[in-house]
């Protein structure tokens, strides 16, 4: 059985909480829910994080190399800024999806520029709560 | 019933053909009867074009507007250039997916501005045909 | 009797359709019939033109040096990134006025630059349909 | 009746006498007497002033919010630098037009970027002192 | 006795009567009045200056060297492009304080520059009409 | 009674003890005293908070959203480069002020952006120690 | 016998009409007749080709995949701004030349930048229509 | 005999008052008699003016046009920042000389852009007061 | 007895692990070794530490001020975003040196900016493990 | 008898030497003894150096002013950086042909710009030692 | 009795016999000569030299040092991108005047930029072969 | 037994006798001293170079190829200019180090971009005469 870490970063726990008339009421525990539904369907075991802590991203990824056999990355504003975290993806040696619930490339110009995606597989951003469920679809054959 | 277009931009025409050593031997034809056996599994309505053109691209979404209720955009190397897709794609005013073979943003610096990503739904980059697949089901809930 | 070459570019042919709230139920008819009219006042013959391909268009620029004595020229969106319509004006060797329903100086900063304002007499911005009959107007005087 | 001022900027004062070969012969007198003749036709009241002074343009607009139902602004170099001017029109909350004589746009790089069109209903540009005839006809709908 | 002057720029004039829906009715002369209140209690004597004129307010802060201890500094839209007035707070060698109603830096691009940031004291931007009182509080200490 | 959290950012810990010639022997503890005290003057329940991790800080702005009614935000050099923190301001959905003890926009070039500005009330920056008292006037009429 | 194709883009077409004062009265049939001799004396098939139309330029280049040994490949303006050419001969994989009547580097800033010329064996540029010569010469021996 | 107009701008008269210590005790006054007579010993007629405000240079430009044979203009701040100037020195049609007291080249990034300096003759900086008494000698054969 | 840390920033500790037929077998720990026993001969006491977290490593450096007497830094990927560790290296005031295992500015773009570099005695780099020896030769006399 | 100089920069000596896997086993011996057996056919005297001092290289152009009739420069890396190249091609008052072996275009981002390009008859990149008889067939005519 | 050297950079030796329409015929040569009339007069002894080898204008500028008391450096076209030069008139430790026969802020832009003037105590530009009157008048106050 | 050169370029030579109380009288000769004792030391025979000519610098590169094993290469200021050095390293094919006195990343910004670092195996910058020492240690493993 193949696993998969699903690996939130900043802000992301404040999903529903934050802004309710515009994002809903969907949760992160929500959207745990409805991954690990989809994960079970798909025969993979899964694993579910959140830090708004860059470093402890990078110890999860690091970790994720011999834990798991692929990562789905939603590394929110860190997305943008951080090359630690692109240098954490090569040294995993797992394949890497990076997703983003908004379509990043329609908001402010300092969300268009990825230091991840060159060391990703593929993007997927735009589709709220149900890029999760896209992105495992787009992993499992990948593992 | 819904129908979606699916999109095909320049040089996509060339899938199967060119660099079989690198892109496989999966062709447009391999690539639309896959997403005719999705679409109907999906309960889709599917018209699936590929044209050289940016007018001729226009033309079709303009008439996606009155003859489908989404729309799945491959709009290859226009994807970087073309302000003209962009306003077309307002004008359509129907839910569009921005999608990509390869992970563009892992290529040249002339491959990372995408002229349409600002007025579509969302993006699915990086998953080579598989992303089709994707971009139905990601579509399917929109229409 | 003077002939005008009025040359619409992409998109255009959506007008009156498009988004009635924001833009009126003025139609590219309505306009081309309103320029009917004017040219008529002015004791001048009128061809009106869209097209959404770059290429039709720089054909019809290149007719226009034999066919009529002056051009207006809406290029929409092609505007902002056709070097070969810069190239295909001057070739034209006739006085061309840019025009633009919009103001695009206060829209997108890729707007802003336009590739063919090098090597036209002047523009026209902002107006909506009215631009039309002020553009008649201006190049009255100049064939 | 409806009344409009006709601002102009910088070194404005100087049309006629300066290079005749090639501006001609035609001074800010001349133009002034010929958008009077216009406005009479149009019934609408004129003021026309011209100044060097930015701060004097800028006490004219705000004058303008009480005084006129339209400004025709023909802000010379000021045009590309001043945002106490793009203030001031906000500031007078009456429809402006940017007109210049000649074609800003084919001429020097630092002539190419307006601080005020983003404020102003239209831009007109390169058709000399005609372009102040074009820019009664274009402001009197909008009064 | 220590003599403050606070010095307003183009368009501060026009505070209270435009755009009264979002500014509020609170004018310069309101401003005024609650500045010589809180400068009372300070124990500092005021001047209050407006000028739409950079040369003017040039000359002000030339004079100020000798006739006041210190300057607060809304300049407005000049603080982005004003060389000239970065050069004259040098000249004057007293304390000034750059102060705008509004919080500039969330604003457009090009008020994200100020030219005389580098020669104040400090900044305070943001707050309305109580900046007033906040930069009176700022500056008592440094007279 | 309305609460407030005063945050500092990473190397602030060091004030005092950190080239005291230059910053003189203030020190964080000795801000905290002051702040404390106005506090009470202001009727104000005051939280004071130092980190050096981006990810602490972020933790402590989520927190505020229940606890505290304002935060006043020494960020540091993280200011300068984070959207992280960014988008803890949004989603704390408290009024949030910007503090610096330098007069950061006239220090080297990339302390003259800030991440945060943009989605903070306002900014106060370059009055040393004293900002704090200012900013603590600054956000009790915004509680 | 090996067969290379000459493929012209916009504009090319009016040479010899446009400016002859400038660019002579050598038409494109006198450079196609020119070619033509040239190839027969290097024992080469020759196709030559001119379209305004960037798609139909694609899709001439797909054929050439199968149809052609070599392409020489004067894009006009299409050089400056086309991805989907630099995709399409790519896809071609046959040796390509890029060629230009006049020295694009002593003209404009954005003649100076070739989107194609990171994919073609060489470039030759300035030497007007015995440019036409000189490619024949190279393409020879790359077939 | 032959009069030349020399221009001061914004600052200038603060000379000798400002930074005594570095700047020296040489006031305007100083220069205007040191200048004085050089134009007597090279038989030139010497008006001499300074002024804080942009378009109160402008009007005295306009006016050199007729009433003097050539003109030094130290622009000042206005250097760098002034198309007002730039166009005003065209319209004079008269040599015109720039010159600075400091080596602008050698300050401040903002302080290295001259708008004047493609309009005028030539450029003096960095000499202190002596410039002066070097681009009397410079436009004298000028003349 | 002189004391030093070495101090290793993100992703150093997948060193051997990570790529070995790249990096080879030498692991943080071997080089952890080889620093102790050459700290030894230069009579140097050692400490060394490894972290993720870019708040750890201020923190670190902080305590650094009464606990050595030198830093040799490889802040990895932080090297090139951080603006906090500029600011720590400042208040630590201990002489740090900036090391790094690869040829930084013979990779991508985005490692060629330190924003540390300008802070630190000197950079040595591209020279692997050894760079570490290189570093404790090169601290030993400024300690 | 007309007389042409082929002139080689620096590090063209390398020739055959360096990388012959990769450069092949031609000398610039071998490319000399080509050109003269070409020039002999095409009637024309040849001179050849090769020199790595830029100054060297202008020494020579000024050289060919009197004694030929054309050059042939391949400038290696100065064509990229050396503006004292380009004013002497101007001062030898000579047609003079832009050569490079390989493809410039395709290569690094610092060898996209040449200094020299503006001030040549034409460029030919990218045919290896053939470029050079390209060249002289190009520069026969021009003679 | 003081010493001055005049260095001359690369082309100023083809002064006279280069475009003598443009430049007149007044050579290096009669520059020498008038300027060691004028340099009698001044009672200054003068060397003159010239060199199109950027690293000969070094050696001569190191040997300054100790052989000159000022130096005039027309630099020519090294002036733009000479960071060498910039070192060797820090380290010749006399007073230098950048000087230039031709405006060169009104030319191309990258003559614009001067690597030296930062380092030289002034700068003297578009006055032809009287610069270097104006620059011994210049120097000979600070020798 | 194995040779390096240690290559020195522009105002090298000046070392010690230039501006001593900042550089002390550490002179070119004392570091030849030191590298030779070192070099001794490490059983290399040494060979030490110091030119202002590029072209100079260039020839004893590629004399290098086959006379040294390895080269430490101190390009003062041409290295952030030089392409021509970045290529003769290439086609020395031995390994190179690049050696700075000061941290050039701590100075100018024309000196943070170094030509020559994406050829070289590494840098060392900012130790003085004792980063000689530290590149005969980092070189030795290498040869």
Chains 1, 2, 3, 4, 5, 6, 7, 8, 9, 10, 11, 12 share one sequence.
Do not use: W
Request: with cysteine; aromatic share 4%.
């Amino acid at each position: 059985m193949k696993s998969v870490l699903i690996l939130n970063g900043p802000n992301l726990n404040m999903l529903g909480t934050r802004q309710p008339e515009i994002y809903g009421s969907t949760t992160m525990e929500d959207i745990h829910a409805a991954c690990a539904a989809k994960a079970k369907a798909l025969n993979i075991a899964l694993a579910f994080e959140q830090s708004n802590h860059e470093g402890r991203m990078i110890d999860l990824l690091h970790a994720a190399r011999t834990e798991h056999h692929g990562v789905i990355l939603n590394a929110g504003a860190y997305t943008h800024t951080s090359i630690a975290l692109h240098d954490a993806i090569i040294a995993m040696e797992r394949p890497c999806i990076e997703l983003h619930l908004s379509n990043v490339h329609a908001r402010e110009e300092f969300r268009h520029r990825s230091m991840i995606a060159p060391v990703v597989v593929g993007v997927i951003a735009g589709f709220g709560a149900n890029g999760y469920q896209l992105a495992l679809d787009a992993i499992s054959p990948l593992l």
